[in-house]
């Protein structure tokens, strides 16, 4: 029996309601997601109801009754901060979402490399990312996590982007890392926001996927130009959209035959639904097809 992909849902709409206002609790967010067709709920560290572990079992259970799970817990630490006291932070805040992912019977924690600090050279920052990293795998494999790292372009509340934006940064970073707690999770919209060609990614770092983000991206105006000319303040440009998947720059066709082709049976979340639940399930059954016509 062909072991296909399972697929979760992100909150991307909500992140300011879960992460800012508090004007959606996570609950609502379970009850809302749960009627799709799909396998779990990713979770993420910024929930103002996450502040306390205590409430991750609980949260846990409501996803349960609803026969899903919460197999990964998006996270963002930002290892690239030139003072080793906020680095050392960071590393704990990271462990302590380890921590969580456990608590709330996922399998996959997110670690970022930071935030591309000007006057970081690219040594230095692929140095001090992965020192943190490494920092981590412990307690991760203590605790049966495994830590994937994204192509990512930008937090939601960052000012500067990923500093491991670039393919030929993130592919270094992921190279300098061999462990088996420890691989990649791809998400291709991120390549063309940073000028590169997300099929390209996907077959330098093939055998180190582990999870997916499907998403995406269009701009609502202007260029890829234009959009880096902003890069460096909170948050996304507002000309960067979310759009439905299928309908955008990625070939789905592409990406999924090679992750069919390395027998890839890993979580896939859907980072869509910026414009309502409507649209979000349209992805999800837009990602269901796919998945049937590449994994026969």
Same mark, same amino acid.
């Given at each position: 029996?062909?072991?296909?992909?399972?697929?979760?849902?992100?909150?991307?709409?909500?992140?300011?309601?879960?992460?800012?206002?508090?004007?959606?609790?996570?609950?609502?967010?379970?009850?809302?997601?749960?009627?799709?067709?799909?396998?779990?709920?990713?979770?993420?560290?910024?929930?103002?109801?996450?502040?306390?572990? @205590?409430?991750? @079992?609980?949260?846990?259970?409501?996803?349960?009754?609803?026969?899903?799970?919460?197999?990964?817990?998006?996270?963002?630490?930002?290892?690239?901060?030139?003072?080793?006291?906020?680095?050392?932070?960071?590393?704990?805040?990271?462990?302590?979402?380890?921590?969580?992912?456990?608590?709330?019977?996922?399998?996959?924690?997110?670690?970022?490399?930071?935030?591309?600090?000007?006057?970081?050279?690219?040594?230095?920052?692929?140095?001090?990312?992965?020192?943190?990293?490494?920092?981590?795998?412990?307690?991760?494999?203590?605790?049966?996590?495994?830590?994937?790292?994204?192509?990512?372009?930008?937090?939601?509340?960052?000012?500067?982007?990923?500093?491991?934006?670039?393919?030929?940064?993130?592919?270094?970073?992921?190279?300098?890392?061999?462990?088996?707690?420890?691989?990649?999770?791809?998400?291709?919209?991120?390549?063309?926001?940073?000028?590169?060609?997300?099929?390209?990614?996907?077959?330098?770092?093939?055998?180190?996927?582990?999870?997916?983000?499907? @998403?995406?991206?269009?701009?609502?105006?202007?260029?890829?130009?234009?959009?880096?000319?902003?890069?460096?303040?909170?948050?996304?440009?507002?000309?960067?959209?979310?759009?439905?998947?299928?309908?955008?720059?990625?070939?789905?066709?592409?990406?999924?035959?090679?992750?069919?082709?390395?027998?890839?049976?890993?979580?896939? @979340?859907?980072?869509?639904?910026?414009?309502?639940?409507?649209?979000?399930?349209?992805?999800?059954?837009?990602?269901?097809?796919?998945?049937?016509?590449?994994?026969?």
């Amino acid at each position: 029996m062909i072991k296909r992909p399972k697929i979760a849902v992100f909150p991307k709409a909500y992140m300011q309601a879960l992460c800012k206002t508090g004007e959606m609790t996570v609950e609502e967010w379970i009850d809302m997601a749960s009627v799709l067709p799909i396998d779990g709920l990713e979770f993420y560290c910024g929930f103002i109801e996450l502040s306390e572990l @205590s409430n991750a @079992s609980k949260f846990r259970k409501m996803v349960e009754d609803k026969d899903l799970c919460i197999p990964m817990f998006c996270c963002s630490p930002d290892f690239t901060h030139p003072d080793s006291g906020f680095r050392k932070e960071q590393v704990e805040k990271e462990i302590s979402w380890i921590e969580m992912t456990a608590q709330l019977g996922g399998s996959f924690c997110r670690v970022l490399s930071g935030q591309r600090r000007p006057e970081l050279s690219e040594d230095d920052g692929l140095r001090l990312a992965a020192e943190c990293i490494e920092s981590c795998l412990p307690k991760a494999k203590e605790l049966g996590v495994t830590l994937i790292i994204e192509n990512h372009y930008k937090d939601d509340f960052w000012i500067y982007p990923e500093f491991a934006q670039k393919m030929s940064s993130f592919q270094k970073l992921v190279g300098s890392i061999d462990d088996p707690g420890f691989g990649v999770n791809y998400d291709p919209s991120n390549a063309f926001l940073a000028g590169d060609d997300p099929i390209e990614l996907l077959d330098s770092i093939l055998d180190r996927v582990l999870t997916m983000h499907a @998403s995406d991206r269009y701009l609502a105006e202007g260029t890829l130009e234009d959009l880096r000319r902003e890069e460096n303040v909170e948050g996304y440009a507002s000309r960067l959209r979310h759009g439905e998947i299928g309908k955008g720059l990625n070939d789905y066709d592409a990406i999924f035959s090679r992750l069919a082709g390395r027998n890839f049976s890993g979580w896939i @979340s859907v980072e869509d639904g910026v414009d309502g639940m409507d649209q979000l399930a349209r992805s999800v059954d837009f990602l269901i097809r796919k998945i049937g016509e590449h994994w026969k």
